[in-house]
């Protein structure tokens, strides 16, 4: 039980990050335009997100005593198989 709950945190984490990226992306390309809303709208979702993604780290790290480095590997691992 306690693999699927850690597989699921990593595929969760995954995810965060990928949209985190998605989003720095389009508030980083200087061709697209932005009203005031919509530019709000990504940076309220990307701080949220950021809030999610130290979540999850953090838990990974306490619940199954992992540094950084090995989370970062773990994700490159997840990578590569999807």
């Known amino acids: 039980m306690e693999l699927k709950e850690r597989d699921s945190l990593f595929l969760q984490l ?3 990050r990928q949209r985190m990226e ?3 992306g389009l508030l980083l390309n200087k061709k697209k335009k932005f ?3 919509e530019f709000d709208k990504l940076m309220n979702e990307h701080t949220n997100l950021s809030i999610r993604e130290q979540h999850l780290h953090g838990h ?3 619940t199954y005593e992992l540094s950084d480095k090995q989370i970062n590997n773990e994700l490159k691992m997840i990578q590569l198989l999807f």
């Open 14 to 16: 995954k995810k965060v």
């Open 22 to 24: 998605q989003i720095s």
């Open 35 to 37: 009203s005031t809303g």
């Open 60 to 62: 990974l790290q306490k």
